[in-house]
């Protein structure tokens, strides 16, 4: 039976480590740390994400800026706030909550935001010095999930990683962090074949589709470690991951559940991808 890995408890110690740099820096060098969360129009995931993000800062001893717009707000709109929100001393991060209105290119507004401050490190200046491994800013849910794999005690060195999902936001920059650390990786997406074969080989899996239960215990090798980045919403209003976790849990040695895993720790890492852009643009880094 595999051990539950408490995606709660290790983003409560991020988040305390966060809030204990910040007060030192707060009272040996007088820095504020500030993070403007920017949501447009009204969709209820999106609010509960924002508001999520606000008390995170609270807890860490950031300010935090919010700007609801509303849904009819226009690109060039946005844009201009954007542009004031680099410029404002007192904002370290950005952050423009997705999706946007499907009348905004979400990739020109991302494309607007300082990379200095992209705490969501979206900016293809900041994708592409992940590439090279000369990065400031880690995409906040793939760094959680380094971060929980960490807390296992697990060495990626030489293990068969097969990653799920071939996303700019998770997929894609997952499979990067493990090969830096020298993990075999292996990127699935919709086309792959033999998906159940290629699952068998893996010691870690990490899995972020977006499909209810996809994987089974039966696609799981015995003692591998699985990450669920997946979030779905059931018809009945529960949270599930991608991962039918009663059957997986019999097979790996670790698992993270959904809720609880994974999720906990994207705002985590946004509080330290924050506190890590405050010490960067006050010449501290
Ligand atoms: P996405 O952009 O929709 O990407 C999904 C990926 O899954 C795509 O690469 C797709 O392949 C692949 N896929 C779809 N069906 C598949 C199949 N049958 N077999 C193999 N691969 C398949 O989603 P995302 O933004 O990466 O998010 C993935 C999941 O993670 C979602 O449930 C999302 O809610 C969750 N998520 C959670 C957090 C968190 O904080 N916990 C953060 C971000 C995302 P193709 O490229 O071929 O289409």
Do not use: W
């Not at 007192?90 to 992209?118: F, M, W, Y």
């Not at 990786?185 to 010691?203: F, M, R």
């Not at 239960?213 to 990450?227: L, P, S």
Request: net charge neutral; charged share 20%.
């Amino acid at each position: 039976m595999a051990q539950i890995i408490d995606g709660k408890a290790v983003s409560a110690a991020v988040k305390a480590e966060v809030a204990e740099e910040t007060a030192r820096l707060r009272e040996e060098k007088g820095l504020k740390v500030g993070l403007a969360v920017v949501i447009v129009g009204n969709n209820p995931a999106s609010r509960v994400y924002v508001n999520n993000k606000k008390k995170a800062c609270e807890a860490v001893g950031f300010q935090s800026y919010e700007y609801a717009l509303e849904e009819s707000t226009t690109q060039e709109q946005l844009l201009d706030l954007v542009n004031v929100l680099n410029r404002d001393s007192r904002v370290n991060g950005i952050l423009v909550q997705l999706p946007l209105p499907g009348h905004i290119d979400e990739k020109a507004i991302i494309n607007a935001i300082s990379p200095d401050k992209d705490v969501d490190a979206f900016h293809p200046i900041n994708v592409g010095r992940i590439m090279i491994g000369d990065y400031s800013f880690l995409p906040c849910t793939p760094a959680g999930v380094m971060r929980l794999i960490e807390s296992t005690g697990t060495d990626i060195t030489g293990k068969q990683c097969v990653v799920i999902g071939r996303s700019n936001i998770v997929g894609k920059p997952q499979a990067m962090l493990l090969l830096q650390k020298n993990g075999t990786v292996t990127i699935c997406h919709s086309k792959t074949k033999n998906l159940k074969e290629i699952c068998l080989g893996a010691d870690i899996l990490v899995v972020a589709i977006g499909r209810a239960n996809f994987i089974t215990g039966d696609m799981i090798k015995e003692g591998a470690v699985v990450i669920d980045v997946g979030m779905n919403r059931l018809d009945n209003g529960k949270l599930c991951g991608d991962v039918e976790f009663e059957s997986a849990e019999k097979r790996a040695s670790f698992i993270t559940p959904v809720p609880g895993g994974v999720g906990p720790m994207t705002i985590a890492m946004l509080m330290k991808n924050t506190l890590t852009a405050a010490k960067q643009q006050a010449g501290l880094e």
